[in-house]
């Protein structure tokens, strides 16, 4: 093999080489990212989980879902209410007359 012949072999390797090593140190850091998504998503499944739990089964207390419906229910009588005295007061006062 000619002179000129073994310099390219022996640049084309430290090419080589030097790509090998930057895709094996990227491989290494998206393995680190991976991990951290992998654990990132664990706790977000635990949160989901416990507030799954708070919202539709309780946490020592009624459901989330049961206490809205509660307060959207005494809301709505609240509302009818306010909207009859008008015409309740009418009602007792045109009659008085």
Partial sequence: MSREAEKLVEE????????LETFIEETQDA????????TEMGRLKDDIT????TMI????????????AVVE????R???LIAAVPGILALLTGGML
Avoid at 12 to 19: G, H, Q, V
Avoid at 57 to 68: E, M
Avoid at 73 to 76: A, D, L, P
């Fill in 12 to 19: 084309f390797s430290e090419d080589l080489a030097i790509i």
């Fill in 31 to 38: 393995k680190v990212v991976i991990a951290r998504i992998e």
């Fill in 50 to 53: 416990s507030l799954n739990k």
């Fill in 57 to 68: 089964h309780g946490n020592g207390q009624p459901p989330l879902i049961t206490r809205i």
């Fill in 73 to 76: 229910e005494k809301k709505m």
């Fill in 78 to 80: 609240w509302e009818f």
